[in-house]
């Protein structure tokens, strides 16, 4: 058994001892800037502590778990592109500091060079593997589709919303488990338990992203406050306050929905105003609890001990309380 803080350093180190740089130096460096500013590193070490959990060589997890991160690192790229957002990890996005053809063509081989980490898994278990990333990749596609088309939606169900977080960011999360129960052996039941225990904890971490996207503080975030509200992105956020709003409140919301560019403060500050007024911040953190909670009864439901959980249930409380 490993401490969190021992995988978050492996990983840490593995990422560090790794250049991407190459030629063309426009196509790599991009690369090379955004794997070398780390971000939390969430998905390989979750890899590594699932793989742990059920007795597996963590050593044989590091090469696909870095391959999910440069797959996150990846979607990155283009989802800044697609959000319009000037800052992430507290610098420059892609996109910002070179141009959108670059963010492309550098996230385009980042995809590649994620599939390269992946087929480094053991080669009896690596069309599993396969089975299991394709299907991941192209749910996190889809998701982030309905994400682009609900922003041209006035409103959606929030069954919409939780499909599509599910879709875009929860399927990787529980990629990231079910992978290191793969590769330590784990049977199909439980590999399948700790994938959906991985789904409730990317629902919540989902909807923890969007609470600090309107109420985080950026310089811990790193990213840009109020872009959700900017882009119009039908979050469990405006979707509450839309449900709540009185006739008034709600012709307000619409309004301010309605603002363009050169209103942007007034739309991001006003929104929020709203959002705390209709109690938004307390309804979202319940929310984020519940599906915390429902993690760590599927966790639970694996029947290790309390011990060998603790690595897992340290990082998933950090997850619930971060600010960045
Ligand atoms: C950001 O993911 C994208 C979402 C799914 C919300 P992270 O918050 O894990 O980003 P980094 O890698 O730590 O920067
Ligand atoms: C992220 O959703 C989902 C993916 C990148 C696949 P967001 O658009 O909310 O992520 P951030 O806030 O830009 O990190
Ligand atoms: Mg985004
Ligand atoms: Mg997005
Ligand atoms: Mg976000």
Same mark, same amino acid.
């Given at each position: ?8 350093? &492996? ?5 560090? !001892? ?10 790599? $460096? ?50 800044? *592109?697609?959000? !319009? ?6 610098? $420059? ?19 590649? *060079?994620? &599939? ?32 682009? !088309? ?31 129960? *793969?590769?330590?052996?784990?049977? @199909? ?20 992203? @969007?609470?600090? @996207?309107?109420?985080? @503080? ?6 840009? *406050? ?5 882009? !119009? ?20 919301? &619409?309004?301010?929905? %309605? ?56 990082? %998933? ?8």
């Amino acid at each position: 058994m490993h401490q969190l803080t021992e995988i978050q350093n &492996y990983i840490q180190s593995a990422f560090g !001892n790794t250049r991407f740089e190459k030629e063309p130096a426009h196509l790599y $460096k991009p690369i090379d800037y955004t794997l070398a500013q780390g971000g939390k590193r969430l998905r390989p070490v979750l890899v590594l502590l699932a793989c742990d959990l059920f007795g597996g060589d963590i050593n044989k997890a590091l090469h696909p778990a870095m391959g999910l991160e440069i797959f996150h690192n990846f979607t990155l790229l283009h989802d800044d *592109i697609m959000d !319009n957002a000037p800052l992430r990890r507290g610098k $420059k996005t892609v996109h910002e500091k070179w141009d959108n053809n670059t963010a492309i063509l550098s996230g385009d081989t980042m995809f590649v *060079i994620a &599939y390269e980490f992946v087929a480094k898994t053991d080669p009896k278990l690596l069309p599993e593997v396969l089975v299991l990333f394709n299907d991941t990749a192209r749910k996190v596609c889809e998701g982030q589709q309905y994400d682009m !088309n609900y922003e041209t939606c006035e409103v959606i169900s929030i069954l919409d919303y939780m499909e599509m977080i599910r879709l875009k960011t929860a399927v990787l999360i529980a990629c990231s488990l079910k992978l290191g129960a *793969i590769i330590a052996g784990a049977s @199909d039941d439980q590999a399948c338990r700790i994938y959906d225990a991985g789904i409730e904890l990317g629902l919540a971490f989902q909807l923890q992203d @969007d609470y600090l @996207d309107a109420f985080g @503080d950026e310089s811990k975030f790193g990213k840009s *406050i109020g872009n959700d509200i900017t882009t !119009n992105k039908k979050t469990y956020l405006y979707l509450k306050a839309y449900e709540l709003a009185s006739a008034a409140e709600r012709d307000l919301l &619409y309004t301010l929905n %309605m603002k363009g560019e050169h209103a942007v403060a007034e739309k991001i500050s006003g929104t929020i105003a709203l959002y705390h007024k209709l109690g938004i911040d307390h309804l979202t953190r319940t929310v984020i609890e519940k599906h915390h909670n429902s993690a760590l009864e599927l966790i639970d439901s694996l029947k290790f001990s309390a011990e060998a959980c603790r690595p897992l249930k340290t990082l %998933m409380n950090e997850m619930l309380s971060r600010e960045k």
